[in-house]
């Protein structure tokens, strides 16, 4: 079953508490993506992942941070959360090789409203 | 730079209609494109993609789309929608290097009133 699941599925931190959003897939897929979606401004990348410690800066990496120590997971690190951070994150994932030729699959999202 | 410009915010068709999502984009090179749906609170799924060959191209549950070098388009359509139809619609672009992720429009959202 090709699958990316994200945890938790709705957050809520007070300004400056640390975020940690996961994310796992079932399909092997070498490159992984953090996005976040905002109305009026899209989806916008965040970081992307091409293996096991093997991270990249995205559009908009500040006040972000990624971790990936098995293939299967992507952490997204917000240390001393914004208020500005409030958004929908998604996780996504794809074998490696580009985002062109290759489907991505999404996880449902996270909501994380920093107050 | 790369961009994707959707020039329709919201579009409303009755089922059974026929529906056309308008996708610009901005780029000299070579791209892949694509069309994404989103179901309210879900994620992204794949609909189609386009890179060379033919410019039409078939998708999931009958949508196609149609790459115009000329026009910079790639323009989504279907013939007949289904109330299940209802989402936003994303359009999207990218040079497929590996070190990219795909460049979202903002989406269209598509209600379908029965």
């Known amino acids: 079953d090709m699958k990316v699941t994200q945890m938790p599925r709705y957050l809520i931190k007070r300004m400056g508490e640390n975020v940690l959003l996961e994310c796992g897939q079932d399909?092997?897929?070498?490159?992984m993506y953090w996005y976040r979606q905002d109305p009026g401004l899209g989806l916008q990348l965040i970081y992307i992942?091409?293996?096991?410690?093997?991270?990249s800066e995205g559009d908009i990496p500040k006040g972000y941070r990624v971790s990936r120590k098995k293939r299967e997971h992507f952490s997204l690190i917000l240390d001393s959360a914004k208020t500005n951070q409030t958004s929908v994150y998604f996780c996504?994932?794809?074998?490696?090789?580009?985002?062109?030729?290759?489907?991505?699959?999404f996880g449902a999202g996270t909501r994380l409203s920093v107050l | 730079t790369q961009t994707v410009s959707q020039s329709d915010a919201h579009v409303t068709v009755f089922e059974g209609d026929s529906v056309e999502l308008r996708c610009n984009y901005s780029?000299?090179?070579?791209?892949?494109l694509s069309w994404y749906i989103q179901h309210h609170g879900h994620g992204l799924q794949f609909l189609l993609k386009?890179?060379?060959?033919?410019?039409v191209v078939q998708g999931v549950n009958g949508f196609e789309a149609e790459f115009s070098k000329s026009d910079s388009s790639f323009h989504l359509r279907k013939a007949s929608v289904h109330w299940s139809d209802s989402a936003v619609y994303f359009c999207?672009?990218?040079?497929?290097?590996?070190?990219?992720?795909?460049?979202f429009g903002l989406g269209t959202r598509v209600s379908v009133f029965p």
């Open positions: 996504a994932s794809s074998l490696w090789g580009g985002a062109g030729q290759n489907t991505l699959y």
């Open positions: 399909m092997s897929h070498e490159t």
């Open positions: 386009y890179y060379s060959g033919n410019p």
């Open positions: 992942s091409y293996d096991v410690d093997s991270n």
């Open positions: 999207a672009v990218t040079r497929n290097n590996y070190a990219q992720g795909l460049t």
């Open positions: 780029y000299g090179g070579s791209i892949y």
